[in-house]
């Protein structure tokens, strides 16, 4: 069994740039969460992905942008990035009918210049 | 959203149980108590989740107060891979987000 794997591992970019940041779900599993966490602190929910289409969202601008594909992969992209989007993006996936169980990669840490 | 407290970090010996708390005094019928561990540079690994009962599995143990109002996250024999920033969740019923807080940080003394 494959487990949510992402790329890049780790991406600079400078303020005002985009950046589009991959995610592959586990094996089987059709539902995809996106957190943002900065260092020294919980993760933080940026949105969830159901079949294709956007299924919550949390506290972040509409420049923080989502994509689903049918294989149940995902993508974020931000635009115009700023300095304060420097973090690790985490990618979870999960069963939609077992959202609490959501197992997840090992991120990108973003570093904005 | 109900919110949980958890201790900002604890010690713990080596092969001992450890016991991990959580208050949750604003906790709803319809909200379940996840527990999540994020062990340093990676992401966060599920652990164990509940609604009135107590849980097990390979990973913990999960102790629901009887009012609900608290939780305890139960590591029977800790390990040096138990050093983590271990999180209690609440999560209602028909809500699909996991919204995280800061976490206990448990250190694992040899």
């Known amino acids: 069994e494959t487990g949510v794997t992402q790329s890049p591992t780790h991406l600079i970019k400078t303020r005002g740039q985009q950046v589009t940041l991959r995610c592959s779900s586990q094996s089987g599993h059709n539902t995809v969460s996106w957190y943002q966490q900065a260092l020294g602190q919980g993760p933080q929910f940026i949105f969830q992905?159901?079949?294709?289409?956007?299924?919550g969202r949390g506290n972040f601008p509409p420049r923080f942008s989502g994509l689903q594909f049918p294989n149940y992969s995902s993508e974020l992209n931000v635009n115009a990035l700023e300095l304060d989007d420097s973090a690790l993006y985490l990618c979870?996936?999960?069963?939609?009918?077992?959202?609490?169980?959501?197992?997840f990669g090992p991120g990108t840490r973003l570093t904005v210049t | 959203d109900a919110k949980t407290t958890q201790p900002n970090s604890m010690e713990s010996n080596e092969e001992e149980p450890v016991h991990l708390p959580c208050n949750h005094s604003t906790i709803s019928g319809t909200d379940y108590i996840h527990w999540y561990r994020q062990l340093p540079s990676q992401g966060p690994e599920y652990v164990i989740h509940g609604l009135t009962s107590n849980v097990n599995n390979r990973m913990a143990s999960l102790a629901i107060a009887e009012d609900r109002k608290s939780s305890t996250l139960i590591l029977h024999r800790a390990t040096l891979r138990d050093a983590a920033v271990y999180y209690c969740?609440?999560?209602?019923?028909?809500?699909?987000?996991?919204?995280f807080g800061k976490g206990t940080r448990l250190h694992i003394l040899p």
């Open positions: 979870a996936s999960s069963y939609r009918d077992r959202v609490g169980e959501q197992y």
């Open positions: 969740i609440l999560r209602p019923r028909r809500d699909d987000k996991i919204i």
């Open positions: 992905y159901y079949r294709e289409e956007e299924n």
